[in-house]
C-alpha cells in the first residue's frame, strides 16, 4: 500500500522521547515541514513533494537555552509545529525539563516562555511533555499534571492565558481533533479527560492503562500503552469500544488523517502499522488493518501523517539523523 518515497538527512540525531516527530504541511508551495528533539536542540527540515527523489532536504538547528539567567541545563523532551489560525506560518512549541517555550521558527524568536512548576512530589525531573493545538490557543502538559494554555492574538504575540489543574499525574499526552474541536488529554494513572472548546471538563475516563501517547478521531480517544496495546474509548460516553494488540513495545507515536480515517501507530519495536476506523451506523464498530512495515534496526519513536488524506507519513528513529517519508504506491498498469 505504501512504499518508501525518499529520506531526509537531519543535522543532528533524535532523542528517545515519544512523538518526537511533528509536521506540518504548506499547500501554497508544496512543501513539507518537520521538526525533532536532540538533548538542548530542535531539528527543522524541509523539502519539496515536487523535489525528486535524492534531492538533499534544507535543514537547521535551534538550540534551546535555560530560561532567563538560569545555570539549569535544559532537555528538550517535545518539538511541535501548531499552525494556529492567528498566523500564516506554525508557531514552534518546545517542552523542555524547565520551561515551555514559544518560538517563531522561521525567525527564531522567542514569543514567549513560562517555567514549570515543580510538583509537591519529591520528583527530581520536571519536564513539560503533550503539546497539541485548537484555533489560536496551544496547550502544553507538564509533570506535575497541570496544563499551560497560551493564546496567540498576532503574528508576534503569545501569552500565557490559563493554567488547567484537573490532572494530579505527570501529563503523558494531549491531542485535539481539530474538526470537532474536541481535544483530550492523559496522564501517568491512565485519566483521560475529554475537554470541550471552552476548555471545560466533558468527561473522564479512568482507563487505568499505562498511556504512552494518544489521538483523537471521529469522537474517539485512541490510546497507545506501553506494552503495545491501541485502545479506542468513546468520548462521549467513556466505553472501550476496541482493543488492539497492535505492537510488541510500547506505542511512541500516534497519527490520525481525518479525511480518510486512517489511524497510524509506531512503535520502538520497529514496525508502523494503518489501520481504518469504521464508526459510520448502522454499521458495527470496526478497526481495520491496512498495512504495516517494518524497518530493521529503526526503533521508531516519532510517526506523522504529512496531510488529511493519509496519502505520505514519515516517521524517525531513536539514534538516527534521518527521516524515512512514505506514500501511497501507483498503480502500475498491465
Not at 113 to 141: L, N, P
Not at 266 to 273: G, H, K, L, P
Not at 291 to 317: H, L
Request: proline fraction near 3%; glycine fraction near 4%; charged fraction near 20%.
Amino acid at each position: 500500500m505504501y512504499e518508501l518515497s525518499r529520506t531526509v538527512d537531519l543535522e543532528t540525531s533524535t532523542s528517545c522521547t515519544t512523538n518526537n516527530l511533528s509536521t506540518y504541511y504548506c499547500e501554497e508551495n508544496s512543501t513539507t515541514y518537520a521538526c525533532v528533539a536532540y538533548r538542548n536542540q530542535v531539528n527543522i527540515v524541509k523539502w519539496e513533494t515536487k523535489e525528486t527523489k535524492g534531492t538533499k532536504a534544507h535543514g537547521e538547528i535551534l538550540e534551546i537555552k535555560p530560561e532567563g539567567d538560569s545555570k539549569r541545563a535544559t532537555v528538550v523532551v517535545q518539538a511541535k509545529l501548531c499552525p494556529v489560525t492567528q498566523r500564516t506560518f506554525p508557531l514552534l512549541v518546545v517542552g523542555c525539563t524547565t520551561h515551555v517555550a514559544i518560538y517563531d521558527p522561521l525567525t527564531k524568536k522567542l514569543l514567549c516562555s513560562t517555567s514549570i512548576r515543580e510538583s509537591k512530589q519529591t520528583a527530581k525531573v520536571h519536564f513539560a511533555c503533550g503539546i497539541s493545538f485548537v484555533e489560536s490557543t496551544v496547550f502544553a502538559g507538564t509533570s506535575s499534571g497541570e496544563i499551560l494554555v497560551f493564546n496567540c492574538s498576532g503574528e508576534a504575540i503569545v501569552q500565557h492565558k490559563t493554567t488547567l489543574t484537573t490532572h494530579s499525574a505527570p501529563i503523558t499526552d494531549i491531542a485535539t481533533c481539530i474538526f470537532d474541536s474536541l481535544t483530550c488529554s492523559s496522564d501517568a494513572t491512565g485519566l483521560v479527560v475529554v475537554w470541550s472548546k471552552n476548555q471545560k471538563v466533558s468527561k473522564q475516563i479512568s482507563t487505568n492503562q499505562s498511556i504512552s501517547c494518544l489521538n483523537v478521531l471521529r469522537k474517539h480517544a485512541i490510546c497507545g500503552t506501553h506494552f503495545g496495546q491501541v485502545l479506542f474509548y468513546s468520548t462521549q460516553t467513556g466505553e472501550l469500544m476496541a482493543e488492539v494488540s497492535a505492537h510488541a513495545r510500547p506505542v511512541y507515536s500516534i497519527s490520525v488523517a481525518p479525511e480518510s480515517a486512517y489511524v497510524l501507530t509506531a512503535s520502538e519495536d520497529t514496525f508502523v502499522r494503518v489501520w481504518k476506523l469504521h464508526t459510520r451506523k448502522p454499521e458495527p464498530f470496526q478497526v481495520e488493518w491496512r498495512f504495516s512495515i517494518s524497518v530493521a534496526d529503526f526503533p521508531i519513536v516519532g510517526a506523522q501523517f504529512t496531510n488529511g488524506r493519509g496519502s505520505q507519513f514519515a516517521i524517525s528513529a531513536y539514534d538516527f539523523n534521518k527521516i524515512n517519508v512514505f506514500r501511497i504506491a501507483k498503480k502500475t498498469t498491465q
